[in-house]
């Protein structure tokens, strides 16, 4: 709200005061350990140049709290250094604090996240698009703190992984999530879950769901934002129910719509399954008309006349085809006319004038439009055509005549789906809708709500807008609303949680790190050199290999030419340095000033 609203109060129990407070208590319980805590906030990130309250480290004093100058109360605009100073105040050392955002490129990403995993940085504050992905620095992290909800449920399974992670010497750890009640958190979390749950239905694929809610569009009605204000927990439920009543309507209404649909197309299936079975049939009684009229020797009435030649019987055919086709442009009307039989079929021939005719019939066919019609006493026909050529015309009856065992298989293909479709359909009408009993168990709780709200001094008022045509909004007015009675709250104990963390600490072993081998007494400063035997010898041989050093490259500066020989190299003048027990014979041999060459 300080972000909104310039010069607003500080609110003793914000999420930042509360957050602040549960980070500093868990900072100076494990100290020893020097665990790590991670922040997310996405809300007020900082700004290069533009923060309003800044913590700096001084020499003089590093403790001292910042003092925040008149300006700077009146304009908040960073949470993040806001936090900081907080947290300052609260004991937490300013070193021991970074902010994601001042990691600017990838090295100094990594450098930043080995500070966390070495204990040098204990709080992290960042958003989820700085750390939600990429960040390796949970080995000590112990607690997570959100200040905020991210808008995905894909951005807070990142935030949790922050922790949650192999590498983590903490076997349990601690996730914060800071909710002002009465506030748009409640709701923003509320929609979090809306989408994890449709996009798991997704996912799963769960082949029962007939409809998924869309949440692409979701937005906060007025009533809710209203219900939000009136910090009344009842006043909001009732506004809820409302709605999912309101959209179970619209499923059950959908539901209706669907089964109807459904209703129709059973009806669709069993009629054309009832013509496919009688397709069937004819076509059964057609194979049997072939079958009974089999002969080696090819044979065809035409025109009254026998022909044993397939070329004479198809030419006669063409012939017959071309008078019914000047019949049908003469009349302007389809024509028939007998032809002749052949193998139990009775031939006619079919003419349509081209008037009648489709532009692609009359594109691939211009002077064609002629049928044979294969007749065996059914209400149905097998169907060929008269072409140009004579063997070819009588090659399409033929083919006619094969395509029955062809149509046989196609047409029990699809009876067999028919029967699998209105099987489905059937079982699908029997089932009641699923949401039966949650709508009526809703719109009970509705009644009771209502009830108790009237009870409490609540007028529940419908607005006359609807009775003038205008969109319905139900007003709720309070009239000297009865104080609610107290219920029980859930108190938090920062106590209990560090208990807890003592109990894990109790249980698990601390990594060493090498440089912290080096660390004998944690009293002395950074830049302090230990004084032992072993340091005093050390500095004493450095010291005489820089004295070679220097001689060397004084004999190459006063030569004529800035150069030095091999020859050079070996009539060097090298105080030999006195042997060590246990040297070889090589390191002798270098110690004296002899040099070796392989």
Known sequence: MRLAIPGMADIPLSKINVS????????????????????????????PHKDSTVVKDSDENENAAPQETEEEVVYFKNVYADIKAKLVRLGVHPSEIAFIHDAKGPTERSQLFAAVREGRIRVLIG??????????????????????????????????????????????????????????????????????????????????????????ETVLSMAEIKA????????????????????????RLSWQNERRNSQRQLGSRKEELEQTNIRIRNLGIGAQVRDGHTSDQFSMKVDGREYTERKLAGQQLIEI????????????KETRKAAGAYRGFVMWLRAKPNSERSMSELVEDPNGGVDIILDYNVPQVLVAHVSDSDVGTVASVDAAIRSIDNE????????????????????????????????????????????????AGIDLRKDKAK???????????????????????????????LGRIDEIHGTMTLPVYADEELIAVPTVAADAIPVTEESVAQLESQAESAALLAGFTRSI????????????????NVTPAAPRKGMSKAQKKVENGQLTLF
């Open 20 to 47: 602040t407070q549960n980070i500093a208590a868990i900072y100076h319980h494990t100290a020893e350990r020097k665990s790590a805590q991670i922040v997310f906030c996405d809300l007020g990130t900082p700004k």
């Open 467 to 497: 009775e003038q045509g205008e969109s319905g909004v139900e007003e709720i007015v309070v009239e000297n609303e009865a104080a609610p009675e107290p219920e029980q709250a859930l108190e938090f104990d920062i106590n209990a949680i």
């Open 321 to 332: 085809g071309r008078a019914v086709k000047l019949d049908a442009e003469r009349t302007g």
């Open 408 to 455: 046989i298989k196609k047409s029990t293909e699809r009876g067999e789906f028919l029967l699998r479709e209105i099987d489905t359909l059937e079982a699908l009408l029997k089932d009641p809708w699923e949401k039966a009993e949650k709508l009526e168990a809703l719109v009970a709780r509705l009644t009771e709500l209502d009830q108790e709200l009237i009870k």
């Open 228 to 251: 939000l204000a009136s910090g009344n927990p009842k006043i909001m439920e009732r506004v809820m129910a409302q709605n999912e009543i309101m959209k179970l309507e619209q499923l």
């Open 557 to 572: 500066l006063s030569s004529a030419t800035g150069q030095m020989s091999i020859d050079d190299f070996l009539e060097m």
């Open 127 to 216: 958003s989820t698009e700085k750390m939600g992905t990429g960040m390796n620095a949970q080995t000590r992290a112990v607690a997570i703190h959100h200040l905020d909800a991210p808008w995905r449920p894909a951005d807070l399974e990142q935030r949790e992984g922050r922790l949650i992670r192999q590498g983590n010497m903490y076997p349990e750890v601690f996730s914060f999530v800071y909710i002002v009640e009465g506030s748009f958190d409640g709701y923003v979390w509320q929609i979090l879950e809306t989408k994890a749950k449709f996009i798991e239905q997704f996912l799963t694929g769960q082949t029962d769901v007939r409809e998924m809610d869309d949440i692409g």
